[in-house]
Each structure stands twice: as C-alpha cells, then as structure tokens.
C-alpha cells in the first residue's frame, strides 16, 4: 500500500498547484524508497530512466524551424490563407482539420501533425483569424478558447483515428499482451474495433466544433453587452 | 547505422545554444537560472551515456529543484525591437508570400517519407538508420533541410533560428522537459509494483455482476488508471490482466479482441482528461501561451466524456457472444 503514497503526492500536488517538474521528481523518489530502494538506488533509477527516455523530448528539435519562420510571418500567412477563403469559420475550419488528421492517423500518417508543428504556427493563427473576420479584434478569453479548442482538436483526433491502422504501438502492445496469456488475434480484427469509436468521435467533436461557432458569438456579445 | 545518439547530438547543440542565448539576454530576469536548466538539459543529451545513472539522477533532480524553487525567467522584447521585428515580417511577408508555408510542411513531410523510405534502406549489408527510429532520425534530417532551405529563402543568418527557439522556450518554460521526467517516473513506477496494487485493489473491493457493469468497471478502470499514470500503455496491461481478462472476457465469456480494442480508447479518453499527459495537455497550453495550464484538457473533457459511455455501450453490444 506503502507504493501508492507517490500517486497521493502526484494528486495532491496537482490540486495544490505546485510546479508539476518538482511534484513528478519528488513522487518517484517516495515510491522508490517506499518500495524499499535506498536513496542512491532510487536517484539512479530515475536518471537511467531519464537517460533512456530523452527521445520524448527530440520534439523540440523543430523549435529552429518553427521560431525562424514565425520571425518571417508565417503565422500573418496563415492568417493571409483563412482570409482569403469567406464564409470559413473557427468551427468548420477545425472541423476540416479533425477530418483530415483522423484520416491521415487511420493510415498511419501520425507524423503529420503536431501540437508544435501545426497547430502553433499554422491551425491555431488560421483558427483565430477565422473568427476575427467574423467578428474584428479578438479579446483574450475568445483568443485563448480557440487555440486551446485548436490544440485538443489535434489530439482527439489522433487518439481516434491512429488505432485503425494495424501497425501502431497499442495495437502491437494488445497482442503482444494477449500472446503472453494464451491468446492469438490478428492485428485487424483488433484494428477494425477501432472503427466504431473513432466514427463516434468524429460525430462527437464535430458536433461540438460546429457549435463552437455560436458559443465564440455568444461569448463576443457578453464581452461587448 | 545512424542512431538516436547522432539525435542527441543535435539535440545538445541546440540545448547549449539556448542557454548561452539566454544567458546573454539582458532583459531576462533570472538569466542565471535560465541558463543552468537549459545547460543541464544539453548535458544529459551529450554525455547521458557516458556519466553514470546517479549523475542522470542527479540532473534530474537539480533541474526539478531549479524548476520549483523560483522557476526560469523569461526575456522580453524593446518597443524598437518589437517595431524592428514587425517591419522584418512585413517585408519577408510582401517578398516571400505562400512560399512561406512550404519549410514548415517539409518537417512532417520528410519525418512521413523518412519513416516509409528509411527502415528497409541498406547499405552494404547494415541498415543505414536504425529501423526502430527512423521517424524520429527523419524528423532530425527534416529540420535540418527545412533550415537550410529556409535561412536563404528568408535571407537571414544561423543565429536567427537558434534566437528565436530560445524565445520560444522562454515561452514552454521547464514545462518542455515534463514529458521526459513523467516518462521516467513511469519506469519507477513499473519498477515499485504500483501497478499491481491498483489493479488488485479494484478487482477485490468493485463488484461486477452483469455484462454492463463488467464493460463500464473495466473501461473506467482503464479511463481511472490512465489519468494517474498519464498513459494507456502503462494501464493497459493491468488493468486487462485484473480485470479485462478475468472478470469481462472469462466470467462473462466476451470475445478478448473486441474487449482489449475498445479497453484501450477508453485509457485513450483518460489521456485526454489528465495533467500527467503532459505532452499532449500542458505542453500546447504553453506553446500557445494560454494563461490557465489546464484549458485544453477543459476544451477535451466534454469529448472524452461521452467517448467512455460510448465505449462502454459498444463493448456491452458487441463484445459478448449471444
């Protein structure tokens, strides 16, 4: 039970807002040592584990790329791109977006996409200057709703759309653990169960996003009222 | 064979180059500080291999202290820079146009290409990239052809992408390094047993005795356990083996690929509801400079919702053989 007394700090230290750098450290040292690693044990456990997992962070190495084309506009082209297309909202353009990156994931195409290769320097610029062709200059609350509606659009989507496609880790992972206990199935009849969620997601999100429209109107009036 | 070493290289070199900008940033208020984060980060990424697994530790936790002791400063822009910067932009605006857009499709691009073309590509008898990365080894490639395609096209020098990454993760804070430490405390976490209490504890004290009640505890169980872990893989296998494979797929005779398929993207909705999946919530929420941490996983939450009643509906209909 002792183990448990890491998420209890990861918990607590969530609610109580403290820096979540220092609650995730500080929680995998109580659980080493609750688990009755020595102290020398459990910070070389981490750090191994810190070593082995420094590709997660390779993600920045687009950083350069992203910054240098934002100096030169990239995000007024974008902008520029959504004000030429009338009639284009903040909904129905992010609805175009679920689509098409549910459908690039189904076939594998996880790479195209990006919380910082889309979404900041393209989805969310076109996103925002959707609306402010609608409705003029943007106050914070509206701004800030529509990049993080821009940025949970690109997750939603890749969550439901990538398990289609029979080569992802999970799907690896389901049948490498059902082959360990006695069970053989093929990658497609894991695959294909994954149709029916991601076909509600689409619907659920994209009804969502589609009156995401009216609620950016209504949030305008009750700032401007 | 290119490996993820060569990777780390580059991405030490970039690392270096953001804390030296930062520490040369005047109007950075905690430059020191800022500067010894950002050289620990490129000190793990150049020599993780070569000090010992203590030493790591021993970065990590410095990194975590200068994180939540007073956190990392943050430089800020001159009414004439700002003024200098926009006449920048309209000029390379009016001058380069849509032609703008193409460096930034050339990352993806390639990573896609890279993936495809790279993993079975052989030069004399050896892989020439190591096949398990080859997105990763790609994307690297990518960014180094988006730069040099893009310092012409913009007419600027090298120093100008690394200026601005180091603005940028002035922006992303020590929040760009979270991922990796959540990553890491799921290692100690596998390595302590917590897994294994949770998933006894839920299978001994929530009972369970219809095909409903079986689908709804174990993909909740899976929703639950991600949100603590902040990743379906790691819930996934215990949660299958506590209940999944016990309860749903022996006692109430449910067809295993349906039951594991569907078990997943209800982990898949917790992923979409917690601050442990740091990447995927609380990064972009920096990287879009929002003021509240938590507002994607707000815009998620209605969404993931319904998606666990959903899948817990289609498992109920589907799974179990009439």
Redesign the interface.
């Known amino acids: 039970?002792l183990?448990?007394a890491?998420?209890a700090i990861?918990?607590i230290g969530?609610v109580a807002g403290?820096?979540?750098?220092?609650?995730?450290?500080?929680?995998?040292v109580v659980?080493?040592l609750?688990?009755g690693?020595s102290l020398?044990e459990?910070?070389?456990?981490?750090?191994?584990?810190?070593?082995?997992?420094?590709?997660?962070?390779?993600?920045?190495?687009?950083?350069?790329?992203?910054?240098?084309?934002?100096?030169?506009?990239?995000q007024?082209?974008?902008r520029a791109?959504i004000n030429r297309l009338a009639n284009t909202t903040t909904g129905s353009l992010l609805i175009a977006y679920f689509f098409l990156r549910q459908m690039a994931a189904a076939l594998g195409?996880t790479?195209?996409?990006?919380?910082?290769?889309?979404?900041?320097?393209?989805i969310?610029p076109m996103a925002e200057a959707a609306s402010e062709a609608r409705f003029g200059p943007l106050p914070d609350p509206v701004r800030?709703?529509i990049?993080?509606?821009?940025?949970?659009a690109?997750?939603?989507a890749l969550?439901?759309g990538e398990?289609i496609f029979i080569a992802m880790?999970?799907i690896l992972?389901?049948r490498g653990?059902?082959a360990g206990?006695g069970?053989e199935?093929e990658p497609f009849?894991?695959?294909?169960?994954?149709i029916?969620?991601a076909v509600?997601?689409l619907l659920?999100?994209g009804v969502?996003l589609w009156r995401l429209d009216r609620q950016l109107a209504r949030m305008m009036q009750g700032i401007n009222s | 064979m290119i490996t993820l070493s060569y990777v780390y290289l580059l991405g030490g070199a970039l690392f270096t180059a953001v804390a030296i900008l930062s520490g040369l940033d005047p109007s950075n208020p905690k430059r020191a500080r800022t500067t010894v984060f950002w050289g620990l980060m490129a000190l793990s990424l150049l020599l993780g291999d070569r000090i010992s697994d203590f030493g790591n530790g021993l970065i990590v936790l410095a990194m975590a202290i200068l994180a939540g002791t007073g956190g990392l400063g943050k430089g800020t822009l001159t009414p004439v820079a700002e003024a200098e910067r926009q006449a920048f932009r309209q000029d390379r605006g009016a001058r380069i146009g849509n032609w703008l857009l193409a460096p930034a499709l050339i990352v993806p691009t390639t990573a896609l290409t890279g993936t495809l073309l790279l993993k079975d590509l052989m030069v004399g008898g050896v892989h020439l990239v190591d096949p398990k990365q080859a997105t990763l080894i790609a994307m690297a490639f990518g960014v180094l052809l988006a730069l040099a395609l893009a310092l012409p096209l913009i007419r600027t020098t090298p120093l100008v992408p690394l200026q601005e990454a180091r603005r940028l993760f002035d922006t992303v804070g020590w929040s760009a390094i979270l991922p990796q430490a959540l990553a890491a405390l799921g290692a100690v976490f596998a390595l302590a047993g917590v897994g294994k209490v949770i998933g006894d504890l839920t299978a001994t004290y929530i009972p369970a005795h219809s095909p409903l009640a079986a689908a709804a505890l174990y993909c909740c169980g899976m929703a639950g356990f991600t949100i603590l872990m902040g990743n379906a893989f790691a819930a996934f296998p215990i949660m299958t083996a506590g209940i999944g494979l016990p309860l749903v797929v022996m006692q109430f005779g449910a067809d295993p690929a349906v039951v594991c398929a569907i078990g997943m993207l209800s982990g898949f909705c917790g992923t979409l509801m917690t601050p442990m999946a740091a990447n995927f919530n609380l990064v972009p929420a920096a990287l879009l400079e929002l003021p509240d941490r938590y507002s994607v996983i707000r815009a998620q939450i209605p969404t993931a919702l319904i998606l666990l009643a959903a899948n817990i509906a289609l498992m109920t209909l589907f799974a179990f053989k009439v």
């Not at chain 1, 403290?18 to 995998?28: G, R």
């Not at chain 1, 990049?147 to 949970?152: H, L, P, S, T």
């Open positions: 039970m183990t448990l890491g998420i990861i918990a969530f403290f820096n979540p750098l220092l609650v995730v450290t500080v929680a995998a659980t080493g609750a688990a690693l020398h459990v910070i070389s456990a981490l750090g191994k584990a810190f070593n082995d997992n420094r590709y997660v962070s390779m993600v920045w190495l687009v950083l350069p790329v992203i910054g240098l084309l934002e100096r030169a506009g990239l007024d082209r974008a791109l195409l790479s195209l996409g990006g919380q910082a290769q889309m979404v900041r320097p393209l969310a800030h709703q990049r993080a509606q821009a940025a949970a690109d997750n939603i969550f439901f398990d880790a999970s992972l389901i653990f059902l206990n069970i199935v009849a894991l695959s294909v169960w994954a029916p969620t509600v997601a659920v999100h969502r």
